[in-house]
């Protein structure tokens, strides 16, 4: 593969993560984020997440999650999510606290307000580099069945940008063949490291 990859949500958890599960089995440099200010999990009710510090393990919240209501949050999913997120790294990361990971080729976000902080964030770093960065939304829902449709049409995005002789000449056919073949629409745009 010839590019390093992305995967950016709100709390680094489910579609961030299922894209980065499978883009990693197959072979893909792939990274995964969140731009939340904490990681938010359900909780028993919609007033009542469960909320985490980022760099908190995965396997200390499924501890935490497990102790708490474990029928609740194995009937919900939440407890093989964080077995998977285990699974592929220790612990939920922040976009916004990245510079330290270098630059990527692609970042992936999977809803429009995740995508908007993505490009700000990148717009307020020093571009000293002058490399470019393709930033892509592609929309979906939150929730574990939309998240492992995600990953897939993620998944087939990146085998086109990998297969294209250079994404800067040719992205605009890459996209509408995209959204043609799938009829979904993507918002993208071009940054700077």
Partial sequence: MKFRYAMVCSSNQ???MEAHSLLK??????????????????GPSLREPNVYDFGTPYKQMFDDLRRKDPDLYKRNGI???LKRNSSVKLAPQRWQENAADGSFDVVFSFEEKVFDMVIEDLYNRDQVLMKAVLVINLEVKDSHEEAAIG???????CQDIEAAESWEDSIDEIITAFETKHRRKLLYSISFY
């Fill in 14 to 16: 489910n579609r961030s």
């Fill in 79 to 81: 407890l093989p999510m």
């Fill in 25 to 42: 089995r197959q072979g893909f440099d792939v990274s995964s984020y969140g731009t939340g200010s904490h990681v938010k999990l359900p």
């Fill in 151 to 157: 990953a897939r049409l993620a998944l087939d995005l």
